[in-house]
């Protein structure tokens, strides 16, 4: 499996992006599909996750602001993303898991098999 971020890029504080990750195959059933994120010398992390039986999981740092969903006639992964603060800018990365997830594993790296390259997002003013 494939995937390809685009999407990114810079915005003011409160503004919003849309983030797109193409998947090589078609995001039904079989892949969990979840967005992820990294700033220099900390631990990539969770931010949300749309599992095979299409539900979402989102970190609390973003819940009620991002919103994980899937185009599936187009095999495309959306990430909206609203309310932006400095403290979402880093590098977006998405990425794949072939079969189902434990329950409260949804926004471990480890469980993630295939990952995009990463698109950067900054926000400032």
């Known amino acids: 499996v494939q995937v390809v971020e685009s999407g990114g890029g810079s915005v003011r504080p409160g503004g919003s992006l849309r983030l797109s990750c193409v998947a090589s195959e078609s995001t039904d059933s079989r892949l969990c599909m979840a967005w992820f994120r990294q700033v220099p010398g900390k631990d990539r992390e969770g931010v949300a996750t749309l599992d095979n039986d299409d539900v979402t999981t989102y970190a609390d740092s973003v819940k009620g602001r991002f919103t994980i969903s899937e185009d599936k006639d187009k095999n495309i992964l959306y990430l909206q993303m609203n309310s932006l603060a400095p403290e979402d800018s880093g590098m977006y990365y998405c990425?794949?898991?072939?079969?189902?997830?434990?329950?409260?594993?949804?926004?471990?790296?480890?469980?993630?098999?295939?990952w995009g390259q990463g698109i950067p997002v900054d926000v400032s003013s």
């Open positions: 990425a794949a898991h072939v079969g189902a997830l434990v329950p409260g594993h949804h926004l471990e790296t480890g469980k993630f098999e295939y």
